[in-house]
Antibody, heavy 123, light 110 residues
Framework: QLQLQESGPGLVRPSETLSLTCTVS??????????WGWIRQPPGKGLEWIGS????????YNPSLYKSRVTISVDTSTKQFSLKLHSVTAADTAIYYC??????????????WGQGTMVTVSS | QSVLTQPPSASGTPGQRVTMSCSGS????????VYWYQQVPGTAPKLLFY???QRPSGVPDRFSGSKSGSSASLVISGLRSEDEADYYC???????????FGGGTKLTVL
């Protein structure tokens, strides 16, 4: 059964770069032709889509929230995809989830989620 | 502020029928499928409905989803205590080329 697991620092200093990795286990990143995405949830608030990537590297980012601050990359050989969020502020404090789109279209919903990792931005 | 509009709370007693709404615009719900997620506090969201009204395996048929124009609804019949959770609607927005979510409805089973 496919599982996703986020990893990375739980504390990031303001103005620095938040870096997270999602490791896929129990299945392939390429055989089922899926998109893979990042979603975050500030404490006590709702869900925000950050961006998504195809296993070949094509990306979609949330333009209204993140513009040039976000980079998502993929390494199918290690079955991992990563998120980098630059120039973070306290507003970037949130639980960060990685998730799989159920198909090969970024319009396909997220059907498998990681457990989430809390990232706090603070000096 | 979320792109899709959901009432912040809903409640019902066991056995009752509860309806939760989700309102959007032409570029999101109007042109694309609606999806619903259930999130029990402290856990990751779980896909509850895909393509407006399709239930993934394991989701009880007490849950039903529908869409009309730029709005959608989630109905839970025969409410149970384990249904207490936050419910989020989501859709792809063609004008943003990205996903938008509702702010979530917190369901309380009294």
């Amino acid at each position: 059964q496919l599982q996703l697991q986020e990893s990375g620092p739980g504390l990031v200093r303001p103005s620095e770069t938040l870096s997270l990795t999602c490791t896929v286990s129990g299945g392939s990143m390429t055989s089922t032709d899926n998109f893979w995405g990042w979603i975050r949830q500030p404490p006590g608030k709702g869900l925000e889509w950050i961006g998504s990537i195809y296993h070949s590297g094509g990306t979609y980012y949330n333009p209204s929230l993140y513009k040039s601050r976000v980079t998502i990359s993929v390494d199918t050989s290690t079955k991992q995809f990563s998120l980098k969020l630059h120039s973070v502020t306290a507003a970037d404090t949130a639980i960060y989830y990685c998730a799989r789109h159920y198909g090969d279209d970024p319009k396909d919903a997220f059907d498998i989620w990681g457990q989430g990792t809390m990232v706090t931005v603070s000096s | 502020q979320s792109v899709l509009t959901q009432p912040p709370s809903a409640s019902g007693t066991p056995g009752q029928r509860v309806t939760m709404s989700c309102s959007g615009s032409y570029s999101d719900i109007g042109k694309n499928y609606v999806y619903w997620y259930q999130q029990v506090p402290g856990t990751a969201p779980k896909l509850l409905f895909y393509k407006n009204n399709q239930r993934p395996s394991g989701v009880p048929d007490r849950f039903s989803g529908s869409k009309s124009g730029s709005s959608a609804s989630l109905v839970i019949s025969g409410l149970r205590s384990e249904d207490e959770a936050d419910y989020y609607c989501a859709a792809w927005d063609d004008s943003l080329s990205g996903w938008v979510f509702g702010g979530g409805t917190k369901l309380t089973v009294l």
